[in-house]
Structure formats: C-alpha cells, structure tokens
C-alpha cells in the first residue's frame, strides 16, 4: 500500500508539472507572436515611411530647382512673358485658338442638327 500512495504521488507531481511547463509553453508562444505581429506591423509601417520620405525628397529636389530657376533674371523674364503675356514696348501678343479651344466635328454636326 505504501508503494502505491509513492506512485500516486509521483503521477500527481508529474501532472502538476506538466501542467506548469504547458502553461509556460502556451506564454512563450503567445510572446513570439505578439513580437512576430509586432514587428510585421512596424516593418509595414517603416515601408510606407520609406515612400513618403521619397516623395517628400522628391518634391524638395523639384522646388530647389525651381527656386534656382527663379533666382535667374532672364528665366523670371521669359516666365512672365511666357505665362502672363507680359510684352516689351512697342510688341503685340497674337494668341492663337489651341486644339482645345477649338469646336469638335461632332458639336458642329450637333449644331446643324438643331
């Protein structure tokens, strides 16, 4: 009979440590996922960080130039005449209807139409 309250104490011990190593098991799995989630998360974020960071040096890049561009006298110049129509003395500006200004054939048909 002591033999057997030995074996039942054994079985008891290893169930309860069992239980502890699987309990401890389960945290550590539970630990590596949320680390693994965490760091998909922050690598997708550092991805979309990346790329806005490219736009942003882009646009810097683009407005250096510009802002080189306008620091030039003959540049703001033909700028001004280019996008403003500013003229010297004595010049006239003949601007000319553009593709867009002009009526498609099928308005024109449309009009007669009516």
């Known amino acids: ?11 008891t011990a290893r169930i309860i440590i069992s239980l502890g190593l699987f309990v401890i098991s389960g945290l550590l799995l539970y630990s590596v996922f ?17 790329e806005k960071l490219l736009t942003i040096e882009n646009e810097k890049r683009d407005l250096q130039e510009r802002k080189e561009k306008l620091e030039d006298p003959n540049y703001i110049k033909s700028y001004a005449r280019g996008e403003y129509s500013i003229t010297k ?7 000319l209807p553009s593709k867009k200004d002009k009526p498609s054939e099928n308005n024109e048909a449309s009009e007669d139409n009516q």
Do not use: H, P, W, Y
């Open 89 to 95: 003395e004595g010049e006239q500006v003949f601007r």
């Open 1 to 11: 009979m002591a033999v057997k309250k030995v074996k039942k104490k054994r079985n």
């Open 34 to 50: 949320q680390e693994v989630m965490t760091t998909i998360s922050l690598t997708s974020d550092l991805k979309a960080v990346q």
